[in-house]
């Protein structure tokens, strides 16, 4: 005789056990990576960009505060972000590396808590797997913009895959948003940000010109930039470049 076919729910029960003890697996990997990585961050000290950070952040007034980050060759959010953080958690060196850190978790977590059209969920975990692995790695564990950007990054890539698919106002301002922010923390994100542009403007022509108001959320970064523009042209200078000119 042959045998019954499972049920229907008992198939599904036990397809769901190798899910759950991956998931298992997963996240007692993540703690115990994120035990190691915060153990790094308090016992190393802070190395000199690190320093300058915490130099930023800790000037006695706002107008001291724009002065610095206006000679600093960097984009000014993490800067501000970091100058209200100081003002609550303190300047020691776990508090300065605390926001970074924790600004990658924020970005493994995010592909998990976005359904996103064509990625499933075992694609999303891997994903985050992917992004949180780096966590405390090199310059995220550092009290310095990356974890920040990197957070900005995967929220803005999750919106511009939305905005591809549904191309209206509301996700437009969202990216727009974001990529604005992105630039602030860090202006080679304007690259990235860019290419979505150019790749939003072939593939959803007319939709992207009903779009352009968002273009709007640009003007507080481009006015920066313009502010800021003086000192990247010296820091790009022959005699402040750590590079050889491009000519």
Same mark, same amino acid.
């Given at each position: 005789?042959?045998?019954?076919? &499972?049920?229907?729910?008992?198939?599904?029960?036990?397809?769901?056990?190798?899910?759950?003890?991956g998931?298992?697996?997963?996240?007692a990997? &993540?703690l115990?990576?994120?035990?190691?990585?915060?153990?790094?961050?308090?016992?190393?000290?802070?190395?000199? $960009?690190?320093?300058?950070?915490?130099?930023?952040?800790?000037?006695? $007034?706002?107008?001291s505060?724009?002065a610095?980050?206006?000679n600093?060759?960097?984009?000014?959010?993490?800067?501000?972000?970091?100058?209200?953080?100081?003002?609550?958690?303190?300047?020691s060196? $776990?508090?300065?590396?605390?926001?970074?850190? %924790?600004?990658v978790?924020?970005?493994?977590l995010?592909?998990?808590?976005?359904?996103?059209?064509?990625?499933?969920f075992?694609?999303?975990?891997?994903?985050?797997?992917?992004?949180?692995?780096?966590?405390?790695?090199?310059?995220?564990?550092?009290?310095?913009?990356?974890? %920040?950007?990197?957070?900005?990054?995967v929220?803005?890539?999750?919106?511009?895959?939305? %905005?591809?698919?549904?191309?209206?106002c509301?996700?437009?301002?969202?990216?727009?948003?974001?990529?604005?922010?992105?630039?602030l923390?860090?202006?080679?994100?304007?690259?990235?940000? &860019?290419?979505?542009?150019?790749?939003y %403007? &072939?593939?959803r022509?007319?939709?992207?010109?009903?779009?352009?108001?968002?273009?709007?959320?640009?003007?507080?970064?481009?006015?920066?930039?313009?502010?800021?523009?003086?000192?990247?042209?010296?820091?790009?200078?022959?005699?402040?470049?750590?590079?050889?000119?491009?000519?």
């Amino acid at each position: 005789e042959r045998p019954l076919p &499972a049920s229907k729910p008992a198939s599904r029960q036990a397809g769901r056990l190798p899910l759950a003890i991956g998931l298992a697996l997963v996240c007692a990997a &993540a703690l115990a990576i994120g035990v190691e990585r915060a153990w790094l961050a308090h016992v190393q000290p802070l190395w000199f $960009d690190e320093a300058w950070t915490l130099s930023v952040a800790t000037t006695p $007034d706002w107008k001291s505060f724009v002065a610095e980050a206006y000679n600093d060759v960097n984009a000014p959010l993490y800067y501000g972000v970091m100058r209200l953080w100081t003002m609550v958690a303190g300047a020691s060196d $776990d508090a300065l590396r605390l926001p970074g850190l %924790l600004a990658v978790v924020a970005a493994g977590l995010i592909p998990l808590a976005n359904r996103i059209k064509g990625l499933s969920f075992a694609a999303r975990l891997t994903w985050g797997i992917v992004i949180f692995g780096w966590w405390g790695v090199g310059v995220f564990l550092s009290g310095r913009c990356y974890g %920040l950007l990197l957070a900005l990054s995967v929220l803005q890539t999750i919106v511009f895959a939305r %905005l591809l698919a549904e191309p209206s106002c509301r996700n437009a301002w969202l990216w727009c948003g974001l990529a604005a922010a992105a630039i602030l923390t860090q202006y080679v994100a304007a690259i990235p940000a &860019a290419a979505q542009g150019l790749i939003y %403007l &072939a593939t959803r022509r007319k939709q992207a010109l009903r779009t352009w108001p968002a273009l709007l959320a640009f003007a507080p970064t481009l006015a920066w930039m313009a502010y800021h523009a003086p000192t990247l042209r010296a820091f790009s200078g022959a005699a402040v470049a750590w590079h050889p000119l491009v000519t």
